[in-house]
């Protein structure tokens, strides 16, 4: 459906592309982008990478002026749409998909033929921190209180938090490992969706909650739930709670979200792209779409992103190995 | 009262001309998308969603509302008239809806479903304005081991619709099942019977099941038949209305509906689609004229499209007063609210009560407008019945492979619908009851889930399920639901008196 809207709209704006050529073109060398960008978020629409790519929209096409179209390919943690990106936007600059650290965990779990060094890494665009919560009438009033228990016998307690191997999942196995924990006995409690780990915990099902920060400000603001910790670098502006390293335990996760390009670009290519998100990510309106929606800025771009990807990958590759969920 | 000031206020900011034209456009929009088979209200609403982007914020939820019941009350026409549901949750309509369509009374079934959303809307709409709160705090007792017993008095509540044949009616159960588990085990993370295919590792949509168990073998078997039977015209009454006799017997459907779907859709993990199953199954173990289901029994419309829609305003409550999105609707909903820089949740009510209320006030216009749209349009609809019935079926077959690619834009859904009818195909022509199928898809994975969950959480201890009250309560419910039935037989026999077993038959379409 979103395609037969996709469709009239570019016909519509095929229109207004042969009156703009008719003016004349400025001179450059590398004339980026040329036509239509399409940037595919690989996940139902309404989800974080959905809302990533829809926030880059109108920014690409004001630093631009071309037009940019979002289209969502959902499924399997982002690895239908990377399969399809894979295998259809090969060589052209113009296809760009938006992708994160989640989708990093679905390559192997589900053993995807295709991966991330198959694309063209583009930039780090945000990240948004995990946080650790127990109900309000919990008798846990620190993380040291729930890591010693946890320490004490592993599977008395449950942490609840979304699909298994997620980036909730990976929190609590990077935890187990850190304190000494063996992760195989990790009693965790996968839910399909945000709202129902969250009403998992309000019912005092789990011991504790894991999940991204935003999921559960509105319920700790409330009363109903208690922050123990954020999974941050440092402690976080206006979040009135240490980091897990801060209680303790050496340990930080950033749920981050980044954009890609097609496979086999060529470095002129890829530069034409990253200096577009350079110019997109300077930009009023991107700050304005951070802060509108709580995004952190976490902008890398060009080989210090490769770095960072490369490093995240072998990291999450381990822990998902400890956590049993990949041989 | 409180409450009744702020509705009053939530009115006195709906209740403008532009208002209201966006509502009328908004039902409009949203009637004419919701025809499409495989566009249910979540899709319809997604859709359209853009549109609501010029708006301030109560005119966009006006329009949402509008759209919402427009879509939802769209699903129903083609589950009535083309056995295709647009949604997982107008499924069980599709039993007697299209049963009636086909036996020329489509306006009624039409009008019942018009009507009974308009009903159940407003009555739950109503509950949704004074006892959200109160629900809310209750749908939050239940915990994994409580949702599991659910499952189980809900499926032994639905169970006698196994059908005339119990093998034959475990069998299609089953069917549903094994369809239910493909894809990537929630519990685990681990994908179960894809045969390596990354396509099948969200599992099959629910609608792609149901279009081609009911459209697409629909369709097949209509057509293995065309030589051998006769072009029989379909009877078209134009009466568009319902008889005194359908009211009577709409009424109590309608109501029975709403108070099953508004407290299920309350639930975080509740869904919309069992209670639309368990008013079908009450509605027709209450019947008196058990031999018309299967033919057209009016109450087996009026009250699952009651039950739905009352649903939708039970999801509405962890919606607003937890921030829970509990269903792919709410889930929109809260995209809806984000736009406008609004979390759902605890606070929602502290932090903008003109919004809440102005929301609350437009789902009451909406309702009321859909009603006035709608009900004229039947007169058109019903029309579609006097197309003859290849090109009419061939029609069904072109919507529904339209409307399931839309769910995904995936061409293997299209592929997985019509490999399911065929197997549809077969299970009508052999007597397979296909009811149970779907009843296997939405149910079994969901009990299987929290089952798992519920011993993950105790360790391994299965007296969890009977040392929590709620859920003891519910596996004595369930017990009852299986005993009852059978009680007055039982008497029956312990005073030597034969009497016929009064078994519930459930979507068996016809047998041959």
């Given at each position: 459906m979103n395609r037969k809207l996709n469709v009239f709209l570019s016909l519509a704006l095929a229109l207004a592309f042969v009156l703009a050529a008719c003016a004349p073109a400025a001179g450059s060398a590398v004339t980026y982008p040329t036509e239509t960008i399409n940037i595919m978020a690989?996940?139902?629409?309404?989800?974080g990478w959905d809302g990533t790519a829809r926030a880059m929209q109108p920014v690409i096409a004001s630093v631009t002026g071309q037009t940019v179209q979002v289209y969502n390919v959902s499924g399997a943690g982002g690895t239908v749409g990377l399969a399809q990106f894979v295998s259809e936007a090969k060589g052209n600059p113009h296809e760009l998909m938006v992708g994160g650290l989640v989708m990093v965990g679905a390559i192997q779990t589900n053993k995807s033929p295709v991966n991330l060094t198959q694309v063209t890494p583009i930039a780090l665009l945000t990240a948004e921190a995990e946080a650790i919560v127990v109900p309000a009438d919990s008798k846990y009033e620190t993380l040291q209180q729930l890591v010693d228990d946890f320490k004490a016998d592993p599977t008395a307690i449950s942490w609840g938090g979304g699909s298994a191997g997620g980036t909730d999942h990976i929190l609590v196995g990077l935890i187990a490992k850190e304190v000494g924990v063996d992760p195989d006995k990790i009693n965790y409690i996968a839910h399909s969706g945000g709202g129902e780990a969250v009403a998992a915990i309000l019912s005092g099902a789990v011991t504790a909650g894991v999940s991204g920060l935003s999921e559960f400000t509105d319920q700790v603001e409330a009363g109903t739930m208690r922050l123990l910790a954020v999974s941050s670098e440092e402690r976080l502006a206006g979040v009135d709670a240490p980091t897990i390293k801060e209680a303790g335990v050496n340990v930080a996760l950033m749920n981050w979200r980044a954009v890609f390009g097609a496979p086999d670009l060529t470095t002129e290519q890829r530069d034409a792209v990253v200096a577009v998100i350079e110019k997109m990510h300077d930009s009023p309106e991107w700050q304005q779409a951070l802060e509108t929606n709580g995004w952190s800025d976490f902008f890398k771009s060009g080989d210090e992103f490769d770095a960072f990807l490369t490093a995240e990958i072998t990291r999450i590759e381990g822990v998902l190995r400890d956590i049993g969920l990949i041989e | 009262m409180d409450v009744l000031t702020n509705l009053l206020h939530g009115f006195a900011s709906a209740l403008t001309l532009q208002y209201l034209l966006l509502a009328a456009l908004g039902v409009t929009l949203g009637t004419a998308i919701g025809v499409l088979p495989g566009i249910g209200p979540a899709l319809t609403v997604a859709l359209l969603l853009p549109l609501t982007y010029n708006f301030d914020p109560t005119g966009a939820l006006i329009m949402f509302a509008g759209i919402y019941y427009g879509g939802m009350y769209g699903g129903s026409t083609t589950s009535i008239l083309l056995n295709t549901p647009g949604e997982s949750a107008s499924v069980a309509t599709t039993f007697e809806g299209f049963a009636m369509a086909k036996s020329g009374r489509g306006g009624a079934a039409l009008a019942t479903a018009a009507i009974g959303s308009f009903v159940a809307g407003t009555i739950s709409t109503l509950l949704l304005t004074f006892v959200a709160p109160v629900i809310a705090r209750l749908a939050l007792l239940f915990q994994p081991a409580d949702y599991f017993s659910l499952t189980v008095l809900a499926f032994m509540s639905v169970t006698a619709l196994v059908g005339k044949s119990f093998l034959r009616g475990m069998v299609s159960l089953f069917i549903g099942l094994f369809i239910g588990l493909i894809g990537i085990d929630v519990l685990t993370g681990q994908p179960r019977l894809t045969f390596g295919l990354t396509e099948l590792l969200d599992g099959i949509d629910v609608v792609v099941v149901a279009v081609g168990l009911f459209a697409v073998g629909e369709a097949l078997y209509v057509a293995s038949q065309m030589r051998h039977t006769k072009e029989e015209i379909l009877p078209v009454k134009s009466r568009v209305g319902m008889t005194r006799e359908e009211w009577r017997r709409s009424w109590p459907a309608w109501l029975r509906g709403t108070l099953i779907g508004f407290p299920f859709g309350a639930l975080p993990a509740g869904g919309a689609e069992i209670p639309t199953f368990l008013s079908y199954t009450t509605e027709k173990r209450l019947s008196k004229n058990k031999a018309e289901w299967g033919h057209g029994a009016i109450e087996g419309v009026a009250g699952p499209e009651a039950a739905n829609n009352a649903a939708f305003s039970g999801v509405l409550v962890p919606l607003l007063t937890l921030g829970l999105p509990t269903s792919a609707t709410a889930a929109i909903l809260l995209v809806a609210f984000q736009i406008y820089n609004l979390q759902p949740g605890p606070l929602l009510f502290q932090k903008s009560p003109e919004l809440v209320w102005a929301l609350i006030a437009s789902l009451y216009i909406g309702n009321v407008m859909l009603l006035i749209l709608n009900l004229p349009l039947i007169r058109i609809w019903i029309k579609i019945l006097a197309i003859p019935r290849a090109v009419l079926y061939a029609g069904i077959l072109v919507f529904g492979t339209l409307g399931v690619y839309s769910i995904s834009n995936s061409f293997m859904d299209v592929m997985i619908m019509y490999a399911i009818g065929v197997l549809g195909f077969f299970m009508r022509r052999y007597g397979f009851p296909v009811g149970p199928t779907i009843l296997g898809v939405i149910l079994l994975p969901m009990a299987e889930a929290q089952f798992r969950r519920a011993l993950s959480i105790s360790q391994g201890d299965p007296s969890v399920f009977f040392t929590r009250p709620l859920s003891l309560g519910l596996l004595l419910a369930a017990t009852a639901a299986v005993i009852l039935p059978y009680i007055p037989a039982l008497i029956a026999r312990l005073r030597r008196k034969p009497v016929k077993v009064d078994r519930v038959v459930f979507g068996d379409g016809q047998e041959d």
């Open positions: 690989p996940a139902s629409p309404g989800g | -």
